[in-house]
């Protein structure tokens, strides 16, 4: 056995002693490289902590992001009024953001308008004071942020509705009065003095239309040629371009004194009151969105066709709107049947024309006279002024609320600009929808409105089963109007006899299903049942046929128009 004891011993002590060293770099080296190995392994932990440090703030810089969501200048010689109010319309600011994103839409929408309108109501103006422009642009760009992200508008019909005037007429204002020789005498006076662009006749009818008009509804018929300034201006353009007699604009005074949201009884609707399958016939949209019959400028156009229409039918002003009224087949069927093609000839035959109809024709021709002679009858002279709009083009569904907020102006200013939108937004599946806003607002904000995100509605069918009371209505009204008893009706709301009924609140509907709404459908299913039902739905601007009216004979001769 060899003893390695013995072997170091004879090795000289220079070579032990270079060998020791060596020993001693070795284990050195090897310390060295394990200290290396997790230096590296430390340094790729380092980054990888960085990186998601980077990724994800910290508690602390998040909290910071959101209390500083809004612009604020860091300018010291901002005037302290001035950072006050920015301070408190950030502070609404946030209180928005945070209910919207919690799902609380009306809420929010409630801060964010305060936010903006502490800005547009105070003392300071925009225009000239840069920092408080620049944060006002900031703040609507951040609100318009959230709204595109997390609104959700719920879609309700949110519009006016308003009884037509010749629903308010019944046979008792016109019968047997006496009548004043002095107005006879001035009304024949006239007829030698004025042209008109419409046959007048002055008969007993007429006469006792007159005095209804300068008498028992005196106030009514005021309101009406006031208010028509709005849309006088418009509708002589439309009925010049369409060769309507201009006199024919006393037509929408008996019809709905230019109320643009007047409802029938039998739901015509709108300033020239077009049933459904009329409106449609000629042109105008109804559907969930939108009834283009509360459009003043698109329903006179149609209604300036349909009224040539009918003229063309008939050759005769007098029975165009008597037409008009009740229809251009029953009428048609009337002539035909008695071989009598005289309105006023037909108006004594015993039980043939309805009284409304028989009415309609008198009254237009009184207000025509009226309107035509305002001074001389002590009527208003001082109309309203024309609507001044201008229209953009809006081809996807967009929040009012949102529009009025970016455009300065109010919900309801747009509202009343817009009568044929039937909720808070403008209408899906409508490319070029013209959306009309206030004229003086500026160009370039009116590009940013085409480019506000498209609004996400919610139709809840509950909605369907609820009727939202407006003001004047009457649980009797309603429930005639849905077909169902009051007492069912008070008994779906809890309502006693005594229980007093307020605007704004929803009444829910009895037997109703939230499957089968009643008064909210898709506009795919408006259209399929309005094209079903035209080859045999009675209409009229009211209830005429809807077989269109065919053009045949010579156009109008002699009429006055321009």
Known sequence: MLDTGDISRNIPLG???????????????????????????LSIIGQTASASAAVTPAPAAEASLINDSAYLPENASVPA????????????????????????????????DKAVDMVLQSSWDLTSTPVLKGYFQDLIQRIQQDESRYLIVPFEVDEEEEAAILDELDSSDLLPITIDPGLQNAIVADLGKTKYDIPITVNEMVLKSLDLYLNRRRKVFEDGLVR??????????????????????????????FRPHAVSKAKAKGIWQFGKGTAIRYGLKVTRDVDERSDPEKSTRAAARYL?????????WN???????????????????????DFWQLV??????????????????????????????????????????????????????????????????????NPSLRGLTTPANYP??????????????????????????????????????????????????????????????????KTILRAGVWLKLPFCSEDLPKTVTS???????????????????????TAKVKASGTKKAGTGKA
């Not at 319309?89 to 929010?108: F, H, N, P």
């Not at 040539?308 to 005769?316: A, E, H």
Request: overall charge positive; proline content about 4%.
């Open 15 to 41: 070579h032990q002693y270079t060998r020791m060293k060596m020993n001693r770099f070795r284990s050195t080296y090897l310390i060295l490289a394990i200290c290396c190995f997790y230096l590296i392994q």
């Open 81 to 112: 009024g001035i950072m006050e109010l920015m301070k408190s319309s950030r502070s609404k600011y946030l209180e928005g953001s945070a209910l919207i994103k919690t799902g609380d839409s009306d809420s929010a929408q409630e801060a964010f």
């Open 228 to 257: 028509s300034g709005r849309y006088r201006p418009m509708i002589e353009k439309i009925f010049r371009e369409e060769s309507i007699p201009l006199d024919l604009i006393y037509l929408a005074q008996v019809e709905s004194m």
């Open 308 to 316: 040539n229409d009918l003229f063309d039918m008939f050759k005769d």
């Open 319 to 341: 029975l165009a709107l008597a037409a008009y009224n009740w229809g251009e087949g029953k009428v048609k069927r009337l002539i035909d049947k008695t071989g009598m093609n």
């Open 348 to 417: 004594d035959l015993k039980k043939k024309l309805p009284e409304e109809t028989k009415n309609h024709v008198p009254l237009i021709q009184a207000s025509v006279i009226l309107g035509r002679n305002a001074e001389k009858y002590g009527l208003p002279t001082e109309l309203d002024p024309p609507l001044q709009y201008t229209e953009v083009s809006i081809s996807k569904p967009i929040d009012l609320r949102t529009a009025a907020r970016l455009l300065r102006t109010s919900t309801d200013e747009l509202k009343k600009l």
């Open 432 to 497: 070029d929808f013209r959306l009309k806003v206030p004229a003086d607002i500026d160009p370039d904000i009116q590009e940013k409105l085409a480019e506000l995100p498209a609004a996400k509605v919610r139709i809840d069918s509950k909605s369907g089963c609820r009727h939202k009371v407006r003001s004047g209505e009457t649980l009797y009204g309603i429930a005639s109007r849905y077909k169902v008893k009051v007492d069912d009706l008070r008994r779906a709301n809890n309502y006693s006899s």
């Open 523 to 545: 506009p795919k299913d408006d259209s399929a049942k309005a094209s079903a039902k035209l080859a045999g739905q009675k209409s009229g601007t009211n209830k005429a046929k």
